[in-house]
């Protein structure tokens, strides 16, 4: 799932996922809209912008979804200091502008932890949420 309100971004974002063997079950540019695909989708992974059309949103998407549906999720930011701290159950977080090479790489790290809640080595230009970097016995954040 993209949360992106930069619509060629997420179209992008879309394509890149889409050649790294994702599925992307829907696009959302604000909460409303993030909160419906996921209802309905449960995804696996959310790329989530943190600052939307209706604001400061992100955060508050990702703390939902990762609570109710146990879905990985990677905030995508040109603010960094936005990112809340402990960052909201994300992941890491990316900093806009970013190339194709980055997102394949934190698909990449975030399927290794999906499918075994493993962390592997952070990719280049991502920054691993503090949760993370000390992990409890039972890796999830919820």
Not at 52 to 80: K, M, S
Not at 103 to 114: L, S
């Amino acid at each position: 799932m993209i949360v992106e309100d930069q619509a060629l971004l997420a179209m992008e974002l879309e394509l890149v996922l889409g050649e790294s063997d994702c599925d992307v079950v829907g696009c959302a540019m604000d909460k409303a809209g993030a909160f419906a695909i996921a209802e309905r989708e449960r995804p696996d992974l959310a790329l989530i912008d943190v600052n939307l059309l209706d604001g400061i949103t992100g955060p508050q998407i990702a703390q939902r979804i990762v609570g109710e549906y146990g879905t990985a999720v990677v905030f995508l930011t040109a603010n960094p200091e936005q990112i809340p701290e402990g960052f909201a159950g994300a992941l890491g977080a990316v900093s806009k502008p970013f190339d194709e090479h980055t997102i394949r790489a934190v698909v990449n790290f975030a399927r290794q932890f999906i499918l075994h809640r493993t962390v592997g080595e952070p990719p280049r230009r991502f920054r691993l949420a503090p949760w993370l970097t000390t992990p409890p016995d039972d890796i999830a954040p919820h």
